[in-house]
Protein backbone atom coordinates (compact mmCIF):
# COMPACT_ATOMS: atom_id res chain seq x y z
CA UNK A 1 0.00 0.00 0.00
CA UNK A 2 1.50 3.59 -0.70
CA UNK A 3 -0.32 6.25 0.92
CA UNK A 4 0.03 7.80 3.78
CA UNK A 5 -3.49 8.13 5.05
CA UNK A 6 -4.75 4.34 4.29
CA UNK A 7 -6.77 5.78 0.74
CA UNK A 8 -5.48 3.89 -2.14
CA UNK A 9 -4.36 5.65 -5.17
CA UNK A 10 -7.24 6.50 -7.29
CA UNK A 11 -9.89 5.72 -4.38
CA UNK A 12 -12.19 8.25 -2.95
CA UNK A 13 -10.34 10.90 -1.20
CA UNK A 14 -12.29 11.56 1.74
CA UNK A 15 -9.64 11.41 4.64
CA UNK A 16 -10.01 15.33 5.65
CA UNK A 17 -12.75 15.95 3.72
CA UNK A 18 -16.24 17.49 4.91
CA UNK A 19 -17.79 16.49 1.35
CA UNK A 20 -20.01 13.50 1.85
CA UNK A 21 -18.43 10.47 0.48
CA UNK A 22 -20.35 8.48 -1.95
CA UNK A 23 -20.75 4.81 -1.71
CA UNK A 24 -17.44 2.44 -2.72
CA UNK A 25 -18.66 -0.50 -4.29
CA UNK A 26 -16.80 -3.46 -4.76
CA UNK A 27 -17.06 -5.46 -8.26
CA UNK A 28 -15.61 -8.11 -9.56
CA UNK A 29 -14.13 -6.94 -12.84
CA UNK A 30 -11.63 -9.83 -13.54
CA UNK A 31 -11.52 -13.85 -13.18
CA UNK A 32 -9.57 -16.49 -14.29
CA UNK A 33 -8.20 -19.72 -13.47
CA UNK A 34 -5.39 -22.66 -14.40
CA UNK A 35 -5.60 -26.39 -13.93
CA UNK A 36 -2.41 -28.39 -14.32
CA UNK A 37 -2.90 -30.42 -17.44
CA UNK A 38 -2.60 -33.98 -15.84
CA UNK A 39 -5.36 -36.15 -15.21
CA UNK A 40 -5.97 -38.81 -12.61
CA UNK A 41 -9.14 -40.88 -13.28
CA UNK A 42 -11.25 -42.89 -11.49
CA UNK A 43 -9.79 -45.56 -13.15
CA UNK A 44 -6.13 -44.85 -12.24
CA UNK A 45 -7.56 -44.88 -8.83
CA UNK A 46 -8.76 -48.48 -9.39
CA UNK A 47 -5.44 -49.42 -9.56
CA UNK A 48 -4.17 -47.73 -6.18
CA UNK A 49 -6.84 -48.35 -4.02
CA UNK A 50 -10.00 -51.23 -3.36
CA UNK A 51 -12.34 -48.35 -4.88
CA UNK A 52 -14.08 -48.38 -8.34
CA UNK A 53 -15.51 -45.88 -11.20
CA UNK A 54 -18.59 -46.63 -10.00
CA UNK A 55 -18.80 -46.05 -6.33
CA UNK A 56 -16.70 -42.86 -6.86
CA UNK A 57 -19.28 -41.28 -9.60
CA UNK A 58 -22.71 -42.53 -7.69
CA UNK A 59 -21.33 -41.05 -4.36
CA UNK A 60 -19.41 -38.24 -5.36
CA UNK A 61 -20.61 -37.18 -8.76
CA UNK A 62 -16.36 -37.19 -9.83
CA UNK A 63 -14.94 -38.97 -12.43
CA UNK A 64 -11.40 -37.14 -13.00
CA UNK A 65 -9.35 -34.84 -11.19
CA UNK A 66 -5.98 -32.53 -11.63
CA UNK A 67 -2.55 -33.54 -10.72
CA UNK A 68 0.28 -30.72 -10.53
CA UNK A 69 3.47 -31.73 -12.51
CA UNK A 70 6.90 -31.80 -10.74
CA UNK A 71 7.74 -28.20 -11.58
CA UNK A 72 4.42 -27.16 -10.38
CA UNK A 73 3.32 -25.68 -7.07
CA UNK A 74 0.64 -23.45 -5.51
CA UNK A 75 2.34 -20.24 -5.83
CA UNK A 76 3.04 -21.40 -9.63
CA UNK A 77 -0.86 -22.28 -10.45
CA UNK A 78 -1.95 -19.24 -8.48
CA UNK A 79 0.15 -17.00 -10.51
CA UNK A 80 -1.31 -18.32 -14.11
CA UNK A 81 -4.98 -18.19 -12.74
CA UNK A 82 -3.93 -14.01 -10.86
CA UNK A 83 -2.99 -12.74 -14.24
CA UNK A 84 -5.30 -14.43 -16.17
CA UNK A 85 -7.89 -12.57 -13.68
CA UNK A 86 -5.73 -9.15 -14.13
CA UNK A 87 -5.84 -9.73 -17.94
CA UNK A 88 -9.79 -9.88 -17.67
CA UNK A 89 -9.70 -6.83 -15.71
CA UNK A 90 -7.71 -4.97 -18.38
CA UNK A 91 -5.52 -3.36 -16.02
CA UNK A 92 -1.28 -3.80 -15.13
CA UNK A 93 -0.80 -6.06 -12.02
CA UNK A 94 0.88 -3.21 -10.26
CA UNK A 95 -2.04 -2.07 -9.78
CA UNK A 96 -3.32 -4.11 -7.24
CA UNK A 97 -3.02 -3.14 -3.68
CA UNK A 98 -3.96 -6.18 -1.88
CA UNK A 99 -3.01 -9.66 -2.48
CA UNK A 100 -5.06 -12.58 -0.70
CA UNK A 101 -4.17 -15.98 -1.36
CA UNK A 102 -6.37 -18.61 0.42
CA UNK A 103 -4.67 -22.27 0.75
CA UNK A 104 -4.37 -25.24 3.10
CA UNK A 105 -1.04 -26.17 0.76
CA UNK A 106 1.11 -23.46 0.92
CA UNK A 107 4.36 -23.99 -0.92
CA UNK A 108 5.89 -23.15 2.54
CA UNK A 109 5.12 -22.38 5.92
CA UNK A 110 7.00 -18.82 5.52
CA UNK A 111 7.06 -17.12 3.68
CA UNK A 112 3.26 -16.37 2.63
CA UNK A 113 2.53 -18.02 -1.06
CA UNK A 114 0.90 -14.61 -1.85
CA UNK A 115 4.56 -13.09 -1.14
CA UNK A 116 5.43 -15.24 -3.98
CA UNK A 117 2.81 -14.80 -5.95
CA UNK A 118 3.25 -11.06 -6.15
CA UNK A 119 6.62 -11.53 -7.43
CA UNK A 120 5.86 -13.81 -10.15
CA UNK A 121 3.02 -11.63 -11.45
CA UNK A 122 5.22 -8.81 -11.42
CA UNK A 123 3.91 -6.52 -8.58
CA UNK A 124 5.75 -3.99 -6.64
CA UNK A 125 3.09 -2.09 -4.45
CA UNK A 126 0.80 -4.77 -3.10
CA UNK A 127 0.36 -6.20 0.36
CA UNK A 128 0.45 -10.03 0.16
CA UNK A 129 -1.01 -12.59 2.51
CA UNK A 130 -2.39 -15.84 2.91
CA UNK A 131 -6.01 -16.86 3.95
CA UNK A 132 -6.48 -19.84 6.28
CA UNK A 133 -10.18 -20.84 6.20
CA UNK A 134 -9.41 -24.39 4.25
CA UNK A 135 -12.52 -24.71 1.33
CA UNK A 136 -13.89 -21.61 2.60
CA UNK A 137 -10.79 -19.65 2.24
CA UNK A 138 -11.51 -18.16 -1.18
CA UNK A 139 -15.19 -16.71 0.05
CA UNK A 140 -13.32 -15.53 3.16
CA UNK A 141 -10.67 -13.80 0.88
CA UNK A 142 -13.30 -12.05 -1.17
CA UNK A 143 -15.43 -10.64 1.65
CA UNK A 144 -11.56 -9.43 3.38
CA UNK A 145 -10.91 -7.82 -0.58
CA UNK A 146 -14.88 -6.47 -0.87
CA UNK A 147 -14.50 -4.49 3.39
CA UNK A 148 -10.91 -3.03 2.35
CA UNK A 149 -12.34 -1.58 -1.51
CA UNK A 150 -15.83 -0.21 0.66
CA UNK A 151 -13.49 0.95 2.97
CA UNK A 152 -11.27 2.96 0.91
CA UNK A 153 -8.18 1.20 1.62
CA UNK A 154 -7.85 -0.51 -1.47
CA UNK A 155 -8.66 0.00 -5.26
CA UNK A 156 -7.50 -3.24 -6.73
CA UNK A 157 -7.65 -5.90 -4.40
CA UNK A 158 -6.48 -9.63 -6.46
CA UNK A 159 -8.02 -12.85 -4.54
CA UNK A 160 -6.87 -15.88 -5.13
CA UNK A 161 -7.84 -19.65 -4.45
CA UNK A 162 -4.52 -22.14 -5.15
CA UNK A 163 -4.20 -25.97 -3.49
CA UNK A 164 -1.93 -28.83 -4.35
CA UNK A 165 -3.55 -31.52 -2.40
CA UNK A 166 -2.40 -34.54 -4.26
CA UNK A 167 0.79 -34.15 -2.47
CA UNK A 168 -1.03 -34.15 0.95
CA UNK A 169 -3.06 -37.35 0.48
CA UNK A 170 -2.40 -40.52 2.02
CA UNK A 171 -3.13 -43.08 -1.33
CA UNK A 172 -3.62 -45.77 1.13
CA UNK A 173 -6.91 -43.86 2.32
CA UNK A 174 -9.82 -44.62 -0.27
CA UNK A 175 -12.10 -42.40 1.75
CA UNK A 176 -9.73 -39.12 1.32
CA UNK A 177 -7.32 -39.55 -1.66
CA UNK A 178 -10.21 -40.40 -4.46
CA UNK A 179 -12.06 -36.95 -3.56
CA UNK A 180 -9.43 -33.94 -3.66
CA UNK A 181 -7.41 -32.49 -7.09
CA UNK A 182 -5.02 -29.73 -7.77
CA UNK A 183 -5.91 -25.90 -9.30
CA UNK A 184 -6.39 -22.44 -9.18
CA UNK A 185 -8.71 -19.71 -9.72
CA UNK A 186 -8.79 -15.94 -8.79
CA UNK A 187 -10.67 -13.35 -9.19
CA UNK A 188 -10.06 -8.96 -8.93
CA UNK A 189 -12.48 -6.99 -6.93
CA UNK A 190 -12.22 -3.05 -8.00
CA UNK A 191 -13.48 0.25 -6.39
CA UNK A 192 -16.62 1.99 -7.77
CA UNK A 193 -18.97 4.51 -7.26
CA UNK A 194 -21.38 2.42 -9.47
CA UNK A 195 -24.12 0.25 -8.26
CA UNK A 196 -24.10 -3.31 -7.96
CA UNK A 197 -20.75 -5.88 -7.28
CA UNK A 198 -20.22 -7.60 -3.89
CA UNK A 199 -23.75 -6.90 -2.09
CA UNK A 200 -24.15 -9.03 1.40
CA UNK A 201 -21.38 -11.31 2.92
CA UNK A 202 -22.43 -14.34 5.67
CA UNK A 203 -19.63 -16.09 7.24
CA UNK A 204 -19.54 -18.80 9.94
CA UNK A 205 -16.94 -21.10 11.89
CA UNK A 206 -17.55 -23.77 14.23
CA UNK A 207 -14.81 -25.13 15.87
CA UNK A 208 -16.53 -28.21 17.46
CA UNK A 209 -16.15 -29.77 13.78
CA UNK A 210 -11.82 -28.90 14.05
CA UNK A 211 -10.69 -32.21 13.81
CA UNK A 212 -13.25 -33.84 11.27
CA UNK A 213 -10.77 -32.49 8.70
CA UNK A 214 -7.23 -32.05 9.85
CA UNK A 215 -3.87 -32.74 9.09
CA UNK A 216 -1.82 -33.71 12.15
CA UNK A 217 1.59 -32.99 11.83
CA UNK A 218 3.79 -30.25 10.30
CA UNK A 219 2.80 -27.47 13.00
CA UNK A 220 3.38 -26.28 16.23
CA UNK A 221 1.44 -28.78 18.31
CA UNK A 222 3.21 -31.78 16.13
CA UNK A 223 6.50 -30.62 14.46
CA UNK A 224 7.68 -32.67 11.36
CA UNK A 225 9.71 -35.61 12.63
CA UNK A 226 10.71 -39.46 11.53
CA UNK A 227 7.73 -40.31 14.06
CA UNK A 228 4.97 -38.21 12.46
CA UNK A 229 5.82 -38.94 9.03
CA UNK A 230 5.75 -43.20 10.03
CA UNK A 231 2.19 -42.48 11.22
CA UNK A 232 1.09 -40.91 7.93
CA UNK A 233 0.12 -37.49 10.34
CA UNK A 234 1.24 -35.36 7.32
CA UNK A 235 -1.58 -36.25 5.21
CA UNK A 236 -5.12 -35.25 5.01
CA UNK A 237 -7.89 -37.12 7.60
CA UNK A 238 -10.98 -36.39 7.23
CA UNK A 239 -14.68 -38.05 8.62
CA UNK A 240 -16.13 -37.76 5.50
CA UNK A 241 -20.13 -38.64 7.03
CA UNK A 242 -19.53 -36.05 9.44
CA UNK A 243 -18.19 -33.44 6.97
CA UNK A 244 -21.17 -34.47 4.91
CA UNK A 245 -23.54 -33.75 7.66
CA UNK A 246 -22.06 -30.14 8.74
CA UNK A 247 -22.14 -29.24 4.27
CA UNK A 248 -25.99 -30.57 3.58
CA UNK A 249 -26.98 -28.72 6.84
CA UNK A 250 -25.03 -25.74 6.75
CA UNK A 251 -24.47 -24.68 3.08
CA UNK A 252 -28.28 -23.93 2.03
CA UNK A 253 -28.91 -21.74 5.12
CA UNK A 254 -25.53 -20.20 4.39
CA UNK A 255 -25.97 -18.62 1.02
CA UNK A 256 -29.82 -18.21 2.27
CA UNK A 257 -28.16 -15.71 4.87
CA UNK A 258 -26.34 -13.99 2.23
CA UNK A 259 -28.84 -13.86 -0.05
CA UNK A 260 -31.48 -12.20 2.55
CA UNK A 261 -29.14 -9.59 3.85
CA UNK A 262 -28.56 -8.67 -0.11
CA UNK A 263 -32.80 -8.59 0.28
CA UNK A 264 -33.09 -10.57 -2.55
CA UNK A 265 -34.47 -14.51 -2.07
CA UNK A 266 -33.18 -17.47 -3.93
CA UNK A 267 -35.13 -16.92 -7.02
CA UNK A 268 -33.78 -13.67 -7.69
CA UNK A 269 -29.92 -15.39 -7.90
CA UNK A 270 -29.71 -16.60 -11.60
CA UNK A 271 -26.37 -19.41 -10.42
CA UNK A 272 -25.47 -20.49 -7.36
CA UNK A 273 -21.77 -20.93 -7.63
CA UNK A 274 -21.03 -23.77 -4.52
CA UNK A 275 -17.65 -25.23 -3.63
CA UNK A 276 -17.41 -28.55 -5.44
CA UNK A 277 -16.80 -31.34 -2.96
CA UNK A 278 -19.60 -33.89 -3.74
CA UNK A 279 -22.44 -33.61 -6.24
CA UNK A 280 -25.08 -35.24 -3.52
CA UNK A 281 -23.80 -32.20 -1.68
CA UNK A 282 -24.71 -29.39 -4.31
CA UNK A 283 -28.20 -31.16 -4.71
CA UNK A 284 -28.90 -31.12 -1.23
CA UNK A 285 -28.49 -27.28 -1.73
CA UNK A 286 -30.71 -27.09 -4.42
CA UNK A 287 -33.04 -29.11 -2.42
CA UNK A 288 -32.55 -27.08 0.82
CA UNK A 289 -33.19 -23.42 -1.14
CA UNK A 290 -36.27 -25.39 -3.14
CA UNK A 291 -34.24 -24.38 -7.06
CA UNK A 292 -34.02 -26.73 -9.53
CA UNK A 293 -30.11 -28.12 -10.22
CA UNK A 294 -29.72 -25.95 -13.05
CA UNK A 295 -29.67 -22.99 -10.71
CA UNK A 296 -26.25 -24.32 -9.37
CA UNK A 297 -22.77 -24.85 -11.26
CA UNK A 298 -21.03 -27.80 -11.42
CA UNK A 299 -17.30 -29.29 -12.58
CA UNK A 300 -16.80 -31.59 -9.43
CA UNK A 301 -17.12 -34.31 -12.57
CA UNK A 302 -13.93 -32.93 -13.93
CA UNK A 303 -11.49 -31.56 -10.92
CA UNK A 304 -13.02 -33.60 -7.95
CA UNK A 305 -12.51 -31.01 -4.54
CA UNK A 306 -9.61 -28.57 -5.15
CA UNK A 307 -10.45 -26.95 -1.75
CA UNK A 308 -9.66 -23.13 -1.41
CA UNK A 309 -9.52 -22.97 -5.51
CA UNK A 310 -12.64 -24.68 -6.17
CA UNK A 311 -15.33 -21.87 -6.32
CA UNK A 312 -12.89 -19.35 -8.26
CA UNK A 313 -12.26 -22.24 -10.24
CA UNK A 314 -16.35 -22.91 -10.60
CA UNK A 315 -16.76 -18.68 -11.22
CA UNK A 316 -14.71 -18.32 -13.78
CA UNK A 317 -15.69 -21.32 -16.05
CA UNK A 318 -19.34 -19.85 -15.55
CA UNK A 319 -19.10 -16.68 -16.49
CA UNK A 320 -16.33 -18.00 -19.56
CA UNK A 321 -19.06 -20.45 -20.29
CA UNK A 322 -22.08 -17.62 -20.94
CA UNK A 323 -23.80 -19.09 -17.30
CA UNK A 324 -23.53 -15.48 -15.68
CA UNK A 325 -24.82 -12.19 -17.10
CA UNK A 326 -23.84 -8.54 -16.51
CA UNK A 327 -27.06 -7.69 -14.16
CA UNK A 328 -27.11 -11.18 -12.83
CA UNK A 329 -27.38 -11.78 -9.48
CA UNK A 330 -25.08 -14.77 -8.59
CA UNK A 331 -23.85 -16.58 -5.14
CA UNK A 332 -20.72 -18.13 -3.97
CA UNK A 333 -20.88 -20.62 -0.99
CA UNK A 334 -17.98 -22.50 0.60
CA UNK A 335 -17.71 -24.94 3.39
CA UNK A 336 -14.56 -26.65 5.10
CA UNK A 337 -12.48 -27.44 7.92
CA UNK A 338 -12.65 -25.45 11.31
CA UNK A 339 -15.38 -26.21 10.30
CA UNK A 340 -16.05 -22.96 8.24
CA UNK A 341 -18.96 -21.99 5.68
CA UNK A 342 -19.14 -18.61 3.88
CA UNK A 343 -21.35 -17.10 1.22
CA UNK A 344 -21.26 -13.61 -1.01
CA UNK A 345 -23.98 -12.69 -3.34
CA UNK A 346 -23.03 -10.50 -6.06
CA UNK A 347 -24.48 -8.48 -8.26
CA UNK A 348 -22.41 -9.28 -11.74
CA UNK A 349 -21.21 -6.31 -13.36
CA UNK A 350 -18.51 -7.47 -15.76
CA UNK A 351 -19.27 -8.11 -19.84
CA UNK A 352 -18.20 -12.04 -19.35
CA UNK A 353 -16.73 -11.90 -22.92
CA UNK A 354 -13.29 -9.40 -21.11
CA UNK A 355 -12.24 -13.43 -19.37
CA UNK A 356 -12.62 -15.71 -22.38
CA UNK A 357 -9.52 -15.28 -24.33
CA UNK A 358 -6.64 -14.89 -20.78
CA UNK A 359 -6.23 -18.54 -21.35
CA UNK A 360 -4.39 -17.43 -24.30
CA UNK A 361 -3.13 -14.64 -23.87
CA UNK A 362 -1.46 -16.08 -20.51
CA UNK A 363 0.45 -19.18 -20.74
CA UNK A 364 1.63 -20.91 -17.93
CA UNK A 365 5.18 -21.56 -19.35
CA UNK A 366 5.68 -17.48 -19.22
CA UNK A 367 4.75 -17.34 -15.65
CA UNK A 368 7.80 -18.39 -13.25
CA UNK A 369 8.18 -17.81 -9.51
CA UNK A 370 11.44 -17.46 -9.02
CA UNK A 371 13.30 -20.02 -6.21
CA UNK A 372 15.65 -20.15 -3.75
CA UNK A 373 19.13 -20.32 -4.53
CA UNK A 374 21.45 -23.37 -2.74
CA UNK A 375 18.34 -25.26 -2.07
CA UNK A 376 16.72 -28.07 -4.38
CA UNK A 377 13.82 -29.52 -2.76
CA UNK A 378 13.15 -33.60 -3.02
CA UNK A 379 10.90 -35.50 -5.87
CA UNK A 380 7.42 -33.67 -4.93
CA UNK A 381 5.87 -36.21 -6.73
CA UNK A 382 3.69 -39.02 -4.15
CA UNK A 383 5.58 -42.55 -5.39
CA UNK A 384 1.89 -43.76 -5.45
CA UNK A 385 1.50 -41.20 -8.34
CA UNK A 386 4.89 -41.38 -10.18
CA UNK A 387 3.78 -44.44 -12.05
CA UNK A 388 1.02 -42.69 -13.55
CA UNK A 389 2.70 -39.75 -14.03
CA UNK A 390 5.76 -41.44 -15.99
CA UNK A 391 3.13 -42.94 -18.67
CA UNK A 392 3.73 -41.95 -22.33
CA UNK A 393 2.30 -38.31 -22.95
CA UNK A 394 2.78 -36.92 -19.57
CA UNK A 395 2.95 -33.75 -18.92
CA UNK A 396 5.62 -33.94 -16.50
CA UNK A 397 8.53 -32.65 -17.25
CA UNK A 398 11.60 -33.69 -16.09
CA UNK A 399 12.39 -33.29 -12.35
CA UNK A 400 16.00 -32.11 -13.46
CA UNK A 401 14.85 -29.58 -16.17
CA UNK A 402 13.99 -27.29 -12.74
CA UNK A 403 16.88 -25.55 -11.50
CA UNK A 404 16.76 -23.21 -8.62
CA UNK A 405 17.35 -19.92 -9.11
CA UNK A 406 16.74 -20.85 -12.70
CA UNK A 407 14.21 -19.81 -15.17
CA UNK A 408 12.04 -23.11 -16.49
CA UNK A 409 12.62 -24.21 -19.18
CA UNK A 410 10.16 -22.65 -21.99
CA UNK A 411 9.68 -26.09 -23.68
CA UNK A 412 6.75 -27.17 -21.29
CA UNK A 413 3.59 -28.13 -22.63
CA UNK A 414 0.67 -25.59 -22.18
CA UNK A 415 -1.86 -26.67 -20.00
CA UNK A 416 -5.30 -24.85 -19.81
O1 LIG B 1 -14.19 -29.74 1.31
C1 LIG B 1 -14.71 -30.54 2.33
C2 LIG B 1 -14.11 -31.87 2.17
N1 LIG B 1 -14.85 -33.01 2.46
C3 LIG B 1 -16.03 -33.41 2.00
O2 LIG B 1 -16.77 -32.69 1.38
C4 LIG B 1 -16.44 -34.80 2.29
C5 LIG B 1 -17.88 -34.99 2.65
N2 LIG B 1 -18.20 -36.38 2.70
C6 LIG B 1 -18.46 -37.10 1.58
O3 LIG B 1 -18.44 -36.57 0.49
C7 LIG B 1 -18.82 -38.55 1.75
O4 LIG B 1 -19.03 -38.85 3.12
C8 LIG B 1 -17.74 -39.53 1.16
C9 LIG B 1 -17.73 -39.41 -0.34
C10 LIG B 1 -16.38 -39.19 1.73
C11 LIG B 1 -18.12 -40.95 1.53
O5 LIG B 1 -19.42 -41.24 1.03
P1 LIG B 1 -20.50 -41.95 1.98
O6 LIG B 1 -21.69 -42.17 1.17
O7 LIG B 1 -20.63 -41.10 3.22
O8 LIG B 1 -19.81 -43.33 2.28
P2 LIG B 1 -19.43 -43.98 3.69
O9 LIG B 1 -18.28 -43.27 4.31
O10 LIG B 1 -20.68 -44.13 4.51
O11 LIG B 1 -19.00 -45.42 3.25
C12 LIG B 1 -19.94 -46.36 2.72
C13 LIG B 1 -19.17 -47.60 2.36
C14 LIG B 1 -18.27 -48.11 3.48
O12 LIG B 1 -18.25 -49.50 3.39
P3 LIG B 1 -19.14 -50.39 4.38
O13 LIG B 1 -18.66 -50.04 5.75
O14 LIG B 1 -20.55 -50.00 4.11
O15 LIG B 1 -18.81 -51.79 3.95
C15 LIG B 1 -16.92 -47.56 3.10
O16 LIG B 1 -15.87 -48.35 3.62
O17 LIG B 1 -18.32 -47.30 1.25
C16 LIG B 1 -16.97 -47.67 1.60
N3 LIG B 1 -16.08 -46.74 0.92
C17 LIG B 1 -15.65 -46.94 -0.32
N4 LIG B 1 -15.88 -47.93 -1.20
C18 LIG B 1 -15.28 -47.84 -2.40
C19 LIG B 1 -15.56 -45.57 1.39
N5 LIG B 1 -14.78 -45.02 0.44
C20 LIG B 1 -14.82 -45.85 -0.62
C21 LIG B 1 -14.22 -45.80 -1.90
N6 LIG B 1 -14.49 -46.81 -2.75
N7 LIG B 1 -13.42 -44.79 -2.28
Known amino acids: MHSANGTAPGASPSVGSTAPRKRINAHVTGWGRYVPAQILSNKDLERMVDTSDEWIVSRTGISERRVAAAHETTASMGSVAALRAIHAAGIDPDEIDLILLATLTPDYWMPSTAALVKEAIGNTRAAAMDVAAACSGFVYGFATAQAWIESGLAKHVLVIGAELLTRFLDYTDRGTC ?239
Open 178 to 416: ILFGDGAGAAVLSASEEPGGSLAIELTTEPQGAYMIWLPAGGAKSPPSAETIARGEHFIRMEGKETYRFATRTLASTALESVRKAGLEPDDISLFIPHQANIRIIEAVAKGLDLPMDRMYTNVDRYGNTSAASVPIAMAEAVNEGRVKAGDNITIVAFGAGFTSGAVTINWTADPARGRDADEAIRPQDVHVRLPVDWDSVDPIPPALAEIMARPGTVNPPLDDVVPGEPEPASHPVAR
